[in-house]
């Protein structure tokens, strides 16, 4: 069963992409197929990354160790489809016009972020293999790949700021980023309050 799990989700994981390929190929994307294809590549993009967070509360909350496993894939995943979104603004939106690139990016606020949050996965990406982990040390590795809160962050921000109408979308996002945030801080936390109750205890025995 453990084996058949990884290269089941790695396929699931690439249908976005088919589905996408299969609809400009046929002819189904809309009026404006590069929007179509900015907007779902930066969709999944966000969806990997509440994906990935969501990981590790799932192992807690169930005790599914073997979802664990697939956490480094998930991010990798955010990753490619990250790229995906960026090269089709890099390449089919402005074509390659880095001069007008370069006067887009800090003109509109939502394009800043976004492309902030795209170069803080870059290191992520890099640094996933497990020899690269073992020769930075486990806890550099550990800081390093907490800027994944800070990406997941950036990526509502950007979805925010780019909808013009319906902010419904990236809400939903922001609430989900914030559940997740929230399960992760009771886990740092609950371990200190119970420390914190056991050293009271102690002191209010007789001595």
């Known amino acids: 069963m453990k084996r058949v799990i990884k290269p089941v989700a790695f396929v699931a994981a690439l249908l976005p992409l088919g589905f996408l390929v299969w609809h400009g190929l ?3 994307l809309s ?3 590069i929007s179509d ?3 779902e590549t930066g969709t999944w993009t966000l969806r990997f990354l509440m994906i990935t967070l969501a990981v590790t509360p799932l192992r807690r909350i169930t005790g599914w160790s073997s979802v664990q496993r697939l956490r480094r894939m998930f991010g990798l995943f955010a990753f490619f489809y ?3 979104h960026f090269m089709t603004y890099l390449y089919l939106d402005q074509f390659l016009d880095f001069n007008s690139i370069l006067h887009d990016i800090p003109k509109r606020p939502f394009i800043t972020v ?3 949050a795209f170069v803080l996965m870059i290191p992520l990406a890099a640094t ?3 020899k690269i982990a073992k020769w930075m040390g486990g806890e550099r590795w550990r800081r390093l790949h907490r800027l994944v809160y800070a990406i997941a962050a950036a990526g509502v921000i950007h979805y925010l700021w780019l909808v013009k109408a319906d902010t ?3 809400l939903a996002y922001a609430a989900i980023l914030a559940v997740l945030l929230g399960f992760r801080a009771w886990f740092y936390v609950r371990p200190r309050f119970a420390q914190l109750r056991l050293a009271a205890r102690k002191e209010a025995e007789p001595a």
């Open 82 to 84: 990250g790229s995906l």
């Open 168 to 170: 419904r979308p990236p």
């Open 31 to 33: 009026a404006n197929p």
């Open 26 to 28: 046929h002819g189904e």
């Open 128 to 130: 996933s293999m497990d």
């Open 37 to 39: 294809i900015t907007n």
């Open 114 to 116: 976004g492309f902030t």
